[in-house]
């Protein structure tokens, strides 16, 4: 999945949630066809050099499938945030009390029924636009966005969220302190929309325990597309816990957590398709699995513990 962002000529492009770069070593530490051309090179270039023995793999696990069967809508989830910022226009994250530096931002305010178009000034970097907790379209990130709303049924005010995600930063070149969020006004009418409240969801260990042991999640599994919701469920793992590879085939966009600890993104484009599980940060017994899907979820509302990295699924570009 592309998650990192970096940048040339300005321009934005990602890389993978994995940190296997064609390196001797992949990410679970296992050596490659890599290392074994290194050794024997390097046996070629110094005949008589002692070389230590080959390390071995770790054991890898396939624990199966688990259920993520309770579900809540994160528009409903604001309570355990920080307290909002408000603002007469939209802020980037960094300029929030909170001084947000990672994560999502979630801009809501109250929309006329007038209004069946706004625009969306520049987004970094990719974003959900939700009319009364209910999903209504993608954000890009461009320079501006125009999009159409459905019409009110009811002729009454309605909740406008846009929810935006940080997808890395760049450490070099001249986007190095690029702010994050939306950048610049949303407008009807070509008026700009005022009065924006601005949660913080940074999914820290904190909001994750609070989110978890609260009482908002539900069971019936949604009729509709929810838009951006957490799914929860446990691996059960019986003697001692072994590395593994979580399968997201079938799930759209997010994050997935362990325990509380942030395993990483996925996207359904490709090429990257599993995530790595070490298992240090699994236990014996009951481990929490909660998913943050931005798009869509699964339909089956299910994921899969493999014992093998895929990592060359092809992508939605060819």
């Known amino acids: ?57 770790s054991p890898k696990m396939e624990y199966g499938e688990v259920s993520l069967a309770l579900y809540v809508k994160l528009a409903d989830v604001t309570q355990y945030t920080h307290k909002p910022h408000q603002s007469d226009s939209p802020l980037p994250m960094e300029y929030l009390d909170s001084g947000q530096s990672f994560g999502f931002i979630l801009y809501r305010t109250k929309l006329s029924s007038k209004h069946q178009f706004i625009t969306v000034g520049e987004v970094r970097d990719f974003g959900m636009v939700m009319l009364d907790k209910s999903p209504v379209q993608q954000l890009a990130g461009l320079a501006e966005q125009t999009l159409y709303l459905p019409k009110s049924v009811d002729g009454k005010e309605r909740v406008l969220d846009l929810l935006i995600e940080n997808m890395g930063r760049m450490n070099f070149d001249a986007l190095i302190n690029e702010r994050k969020g939306i950048l610049g006004d949303v407008k009807a009418s070509n008026a700009a929309l005022k009065n924006w409240l601005m949660y913080s969801f940074d999914f820290t260990q904190a909001f994750l325990d609070t989110v978890d042991s609260g009482a908002l999640w539900l069971r019936t599994p949604p009729t509709s597309d929810p838009g951006p919701a957490l799914y929860k469920g446990n691996l059960v793992i019986s003697g001692k816990p072994q590395d593994t590879f979580m399968d997201m085939e079938g799930w759209s966009k997010g994050v997935v957590f362990i325990n509380g600890v942030n395993i990483g993104r996925y996207w359904s484009i490709g090429p990257q398709r599993t995530l790595y599980v070490p298992a240090p940060i699994l236990k014996s017994g009951l481990n929490r699995v909660i998913i943050f899907e931005m798009l869509q979820s699964k339909r089956s509302q299910t994921v899969s513990f493999v014992g093998a990295a895929v990592l060359d699924k092809p992508t939605l570009f060819g």
């Open 1 to 57: 999945a592309h998650t990192h962002a970096h940048t040339h000529a300005h321009t934005h492009a990602h890389t993978h949630a994995h940190t296997d770069y064609n390196a001797p070593l992949n990410e679970a530490g296992d050596i490659t066809p890599k290392y074994l051309m290194l050794r024997a090179l390097l046996e070629k270039k110094f005949p008589g050099m002692q070389l230590p023995p080959v390390p071995h793999n």
